[in-house]
């Protein structure tokens, strides 16, 4: 089973809406949670942290479920600069990083 | 800009031959990872340097060897090349107190 895992999409959404990306992880010990966004051929780029308490940032909200190994990336009032692909990545240990395999977002005018 | 760097941007290989991948971190970061991403993956985390020693290593053969220099600059190596070696090679920097990291902009492999 890997150790991250995504929904590859595409997603291709109009202006304006709102969007959801979950990921699930493998292994409990699992210690901190990231999402990355990584445009086409470009290096990946932190977006946010994600805390249990679920955070927020301008238009994106993470949150985290221990319980259940999920964590997800809403984004409203989507623009047409948020096409890229979104990385979820689990840290565990160490800063070993796993990462996802991304989801693919076009935001369309 | 992250401040991280790697070079080549590019390089072409053909299979049985090495490669040597450059990264310098960014300043006042002491740890660099290394990831291989294939073309519509996510990264894969090939190992990690700590103050000049192997601090982890993911599932890759021993063909993949690193260095850290006292700068906290890196080295990725690569041995006896395979087809299936060519990626685009990250390295990525962050300090020991800080879990984020921080990514170069990446050298595209390609072997023939």
């Known amino acids: 089973r890997k150790e991250v895992e995504q929904d590859p999409g595409p997603f291709n959404v109009p202006e304006g809406a709102t969007v959801a990306f979950n990921c699930t992880y493998s292994n409990s010990a699992s210690q901190s949670f990231f999402w990355y966004r990584q445009d086409c051929r470009k290096e990946p780029k932190l977006l946010m942290s994600v805390y249990s308490s679920g955070n927020e940032d301008g238009r994106f909200t993470a949150q985290l479920n221990r319980a259940s190994q999920y964590i997800s990336l809403l984004i409203r009032d989507s623009k047409l600069s948020d096409s890229a692909t979104y990385l979820c990545?689990?840290?565990?240990?160490?800063?070993?990083?796993?990462f996802g395999t991304g989801t693919s977002l076009t935001v369309i005018p | 800009e992250t401040g991280v760097t790697q070079s080549p941007t590019h390089l072409i290989k053909t299979r049985g031959q090495q490669v040597t991948l450059r990264c310098s971190s960014q300043?006042?970061?002491?740890?660099v990872s290394w990831y291989q991403q294939a073309l519509g993956q996510g990264p894969q985390f090939i190992f990690q340097?700590?103050?000049?020693?192997?601090?982890g290593r993911g599932n890759f053969p021993p063909r993949f060897s690193g260095l850290q220099f006292p700068n906290y600059s890196s080295e990725l190596n690569v041995n006896a090349l395979e087809l299936d070696d060519s990626a685009l090679y990250l390295c990525a920097s962050s300090t020991s107190l800080q879990e984020t990291q921080y990514f170069g902009p990446g050298t595209r492999l390609l072997v023939l």
């Open positions: 300043s006042g970061h002491n740890t």
């Open positions: 340097y700590y103050r000049e020693e192997e601090n």
């Open positions: 990545v689990v840290n565990r240990a160490g800063n070993q990083f796993y």
